[in-house]
T-cell receptor, first 115, second 110 residues
Framework: NAGVMQNPRHLVRRRGQEARLRCSPMKGHSHVYWYRQLPEEGLKFMVYLQKENIIDESGMPKERFSAEFPKEGPSILRIQQVVRGDSAAYFC?????????????FGPGTRLLVL | GIQVEQSPPDLILQEGANSTLRCNFSDSVNNLQWFHQNPWGQLINLFYIPSGTKQNGRLSATTVATERYSLLYISSSQTTDSGVYFCAVAPAGGAQKLVFGQGTRLTINP
């Protein structure tokens, strides 16, 4: 029973390039959340998605960041024209439903380094 | 929005010691989870505990929802317990996005 999977685990980009981070939720989970952790800080919510729908993107920067969770395939967090301040660990979590009793399970994260 | 404060920010102990980590939150919550982030950066679920008490081996947790705090107890610490412990909550009546505290960095020396 595989957990939440994220790839790549490490990603290096130069300023101005695009970064694509992938997240496959746990089997049977249809709700995905993305969080960002800056160095020496706690995690901060970015976006919450269900299949083909963005439910809450209140934590997403207004520019350069986008997320999707298509009907087939993993959820994608896309960062265009990366800058050094985007360097962080990006975690994906999944839950079975929207119920408030649901635990969120986290993936291993993608460490993005922008040179 | 809801505020989450963890204390102490840092804790250094000898192997075998016991410790108590605290999480205060400013509003009612539907969800409260404790996590351990190990030195490799992985987040490990410890407890889902919006109220009540749970135990898992050397770890236990108690949440007193009416007083808006949760405690994580670690007994007979081992060096592998080192890392950062995060408390995260989802406010009642709101979306299930978790709000994380700043964490407690625990160092267990041999």
């Amino acid at each position: 029973n595989a957990g939440v999977m994220q790839n790549p685990r490490h990603l290096v980009r130069r300023r101005g390039q695009e970064a694509r981070l992938r997240c496959s939720p746990m089997k049977g989970h249809s709700h995905v959340y993305w969080y960002r952790q800056l160095p020496e800080e706690g995690l901060k919510f970015m976006v919450y998605l269900q299949k083909e729908n963005i439910i809450d993107e209140s934590g997403m920067p207004k520019e350069r960041f986008s997320a999707e969770f298509p009907k087939e395939g993993p959820s994608i967090l896309r960062i265009q024209q990366v800058v050094r301040g985007d360097s962080a660990a990006y975690f994906c979590a999944s839950s079975r439903s929207y119920s408030y009793q649901e635990t969120q399970y986290f993936g291993p994260g993608t460490r993005l380094l922008v040179l | 929005g809801i505020q989450v404060e963890q204390s102490p920010p840092d804790l250094i102990l000898q192997e075998g010691a016991n410790s108590t980590l605290r999480c205060n939150f400013s509003d009612s919550v539907n969800n409260l989870q404790w996590f351990h982030q190990n030195p490799w950066g992985q987040l490990i679920n410890l407890f889902y505990i919006p109220s009540g008490t749970k135990q898992n081996g050397r770890l236990s947790a108690t949440t007193v929802a009416t007083e808006r705090y949760s405690l994580l107890y670690i007994s007979s610490s081992q060096t592998t317990d080192s890392g950062v412990y995060f408390c995260a909550v989802a406010p009642a009546g709101g979306a299930q996005k978790l709000v994380f505290g700043q964490g407690t960095r625990l160092t267990i020396n041999p």
